[in-house]
């Protein structure tokens, strides 16, 4: 099955500096790629995805890239603010495996952003 | 609280007990997915259920017993659990995906539970 690993498992960040959060996938099946936030306390919800026919997408301060070939994909973010302060998740997900919405997640990344 | 959402959003239970963990959305999705939500791990699928029949069961021991009834209501029936089972159960519904288009996972709040 398919396996995501994310780094840094923290990260502490000034404000108005750039955040970057690097997954790895194992599965080269996999061809989509969400990312997630989980502020404190809260539910995790979808910042941006991308998907293997695409290498970069960008949404105003936040930005993934994707390298099928090394498979990995990174979540940048720019011009932090504190109310990026977060937990960040990654997802792969293989396509036609018969359960299509089975998502894998990473280990999550505790992103801190001091004024 | 509207999208989705989960009752009680706390419990604290001995291993001899029995409860049930509800989920309810209200998006008009047809797929309900539990997860399982530890420290320092990733977040676990453990249920998924498209249209109210089960279609993936991720090794989950059977002491955690899942239950649709219908595409909008979701419950996890938990029995003789362990200390180790401690930990924030995330329901999340979508649309179920067709062939490669993939919906969003919208997740609720989660129930903290705790096993003493």
């Known amino acids: 099955g398919e396996n995501v690993e994310q780094h840094p498992s923290t990260l502490s960040v000034q404000e108005g500096d750039s955040a970057v959060i690097k997954c790895t996938y194992s599965?080269?099946?996999?061809?989509?790629f969400p990312w997630y936030k989980q502020e404190l306390g809260k539910r995790p919800q979808l910042i941006i995805d991308?998907?293997?026919?695409?290498g970069e997408k960008k949404d105003q301060r936040i930005a993934v890239t994707l390298n099928k070939t090394a498979k990995h994909f990174s979540l940048h973010i720019t011009e932090t603010q504190p109310e990026d302060s977060a937990v960040y998740f990654c997802?792969?997900?293989?396509?036609?495996?018969?359960?299509?919405?089975?998502?894998?997640f990473g280990t999550g990344t505790r992103l801190q952003v001091t004024l | 609280e509207t999208g989705v959402t989960q009752t009680p959003r706390h419990l604290v239970m001995g291993m001899t007990n029995k409860k049930s963990l509800k989920c309810e959305q209200h998006?008009?999705?047809?797929?309900m997915y539990w997860y399982k939500q530890s420290a320092k791990k990733p977040l676990e699928l453990m249920f998924v259920?498209?249209?109210?029949?089960?279609?993936e069961n991720n090794s989950v021991p059977s002491r955690f017993s899942p239950e649709c009834p219908n595409s909008s209501h979701l419950f996890l029936h938990l029995h003789t659990l362990q200390p180790e089972d401690s930990a924030l159960y995330l329901c999340?519904?979508?649309?179920?995906?067709?062939?490669?288009?993939?919906?969003?996972?919208?997740f609720g709040p989660g129930t903290r539970l705790t096993v003493t």
């Open positions: 991308i998907r293997s026919n695409v």
């Open positions: 997802a792969a997900r293989p396509i036609n495996t018969g359960t299509a919405s089975k998502l894998t």
């Open positions: 999340a519904s979508s649309q179920w995906a067709e062939g490669d288009f993939l919906y969003e996972q919208y």
């Open positions: 599965d080269s099946a996999s061809n989509y």
């Open positions: 998006l008009g999705h047809n797929a």
């Open positions: 259920y498209n249209f109210k029949e089960q279609t």
